[in-house]
C-alpha cells in the first residue's frame, strides 16, 4: 500500500478524467490520497472532492504565489473549510522566492506563511510547506514561529545540511518525480541520508511526473515511480519502503 500525500486532483487537467485517475490509483496500490488546495477556491474544491472518493483527504491553504487573494478573512474562510473531517493539514503554504523578486512582497509572503503558521496551531493540524528558492527564510521561520507544530517540506530541494535541520524539528520531507531525474543533484543524498520516519512520498500531480513518464500529466498512480527510485538509492525493497512512508503518512496526517 502506498500514499501519494501531495496531490491537486481539483486541477482543471483532470476534468474529463478524475473518477479513472482515482481508479488506476487504487489499482497501483495506491490506497490514500491527499490533494492540497492553493487558493480558497481550490481549497474549497479539494475539501468538496472528499466527500465524493473515500480515498481522499484534503488539505486548506493559501499559496505564496497566490498572495493577492489573501485578506483579512481568509484564515476565517480556512478554519470554516477546516472543520470538515477529512481535512487534515493546513497546506500548501509557504515561500516561493523562484519568480518573486521584489523584497517588499516576499516579506508579505512571509507574514502570510506565518499567519497560516498560527491558524495550524490554533486549529492543531500539520502543515504542508511550499519552499522554492527560499530556504534559508523558509527554515528561519520554522525554527522562530512553527514551535509545536510538525509538518512536511513538500517537494523538497534543500540541501543535506538544511534537511538535517529539519529533521531537528521533527519535521519530514516530501519526495516527488524530481528524484527519478538525471539531474536530480541534491536530492539523492538527501534521500539516502534522511531517517526512515522522516519521508513521505508524493506526485504533486499534476506537475512533475517522474520517469518514465517524465513530460505527462502526473497523476497518483506515479507515486510508486517515486517510491521504486527511493528503494533502489537507499538499497531497500519497495515492500519496505511503501510500509514505512504510508506509517509517516499516517502519523502526520492523522489518516
Given amino acids: 500500500m502506498f500514499i501519494d500525500t501531495h ?37 474549497a474544491a479539494v475539501t468538496e472532492l472528499t466527500k465524493n472518493f473515500p480515498e481522499l483527504f484534503a488539505g486548506v491553504g493559501i499559496h505564496p504565489e497566490e498572495i493577492d487573494g489573501f485578506d483579512e478573512n481568509s484564515c476565517a474562510r480556512l478554519a470554516e473549510l477546516a472543520a470538515e473531517k477529512k481535512v487534515v493539514a493546513i497546506g500548501e503554504i509557504g515561500l516561493d522566492y523562484h519568480w518573486e523578486k521584489d523584497s517588499e512582497r516576499r516579506l508579505i509572503q512571509q507574514k502570510i506563511f506565518i499567519a497560516q503558521l498560527d491558524l495550524a496551531r490554533q486549529l492543531n493540524l500539520p502543515v504542508c510547506v511550499h519552499d522554492r528558492d527560499a530556504h534559508g527564510d523558509t527554515l528561519k521561520i520554522l525554527q522562530t514561529e512553527a ?11 534543500g540541501s543535506l545540511e538544511i534537511s538535517r535541520e529539519v529533521f531537528k524539528l521533527d519535521w519530514f520531507i516530501g519526495v516527488d518525480g524530481p528524484l527519478t531525474f538525471k539531474n536530480s543533484a541534491k536530492l539523492p543524498e538527501v534521500v539516502k541520508a534522511a531517517p526512515r520516519d522522516k519521508i513521505l512520498i508524493e506526485t504533486d500531480a499534476p506537475y512533475l511526473a517522474p520517469v518514465p513518464f517524465r513530460g505527462k500529466r502526473n497523476e497518483p498512480a506515479y507515486v510508486v515511480e517515486v517510491a521504486k527510485k527511493l528503494a533502489e538509492l537507499r538499497g531497500e525493497t519497495l515492500e519496505e519502503v511503501a510500509a514505512y512512508t504510508s506509517a509517516n503518512a499516517k502519523n502526520l496526517y492523522s489518516i
Fill in 7 to 43: 496531490c491537486h486532483l481539483e486541477d482543471e487537467n483532470f476534468s474529463a478524467d478524475r473518477t479513472e485517475v482515482v481508479e488506476r490509483a487504487k489499482l497501483a496500490g495506491v490506497a490514500q490520497i491527499i490533494n492540497f488546495g492553493s487558493t480558497h477556491e481550490s481549497s
Fill in 147 to 157: 514551535r509545536g507544530l510538525r509538518g512536511v517540506l513538500h517537494c523538497y530541494s
